[in-house]
């Protein structure tokens, strides 16, 4: 790998970072929708996705989600728990999509699903009840925040070198 990717991918595990700490401050809908974020951070991850390659968009995701744990909530809560298995089967959802003829808007939709079942497999998993009852009403939000990060990450691929 050479420096610029180094620094460019650096800057975007920054931005990343960065992003996922602001939205960790705005509350949604006065929470309605516990633990509902849009994703910000993950325009960054999709952006190296296309940009980099899925082992860059690894490293962007998963360096996030350390950083923001060790700074937020300390590594190994539940809370780190939940954003890493999303993260995990998001990316690794993301990537599998690509390869389809879905848009980048329809591979982050794929993404922002993964990304819920995924906290929400691992919450059933640690806490031991059964919470499948509130995925419909989280996918529906998924989606609609899939196409809001979908629509961004494309823009920016198309205006950023």
Known sequence: MDIKKIVNISMLISISIVLSIIESFIPLFNGVLVGFKIGLANIIVLYALYKYGFKDAIYVSIIRVIVVGILKTGLFS????????????????????????????GVSIVGAVSHTIGQLLIAMIILKINIMFYLPVLIIFSIISGILVGYISKELLEKVD
Do not use: H, P, Q, V
């Open 78 to 105: 539940i809370t780190f728990s939940f954003s890493l298995s999303g993260a995990i089967l998001s990316i690794i959802m993301m990537r599998l999509a690509k390869y389809t003829k879905l848009s980048i808007i």
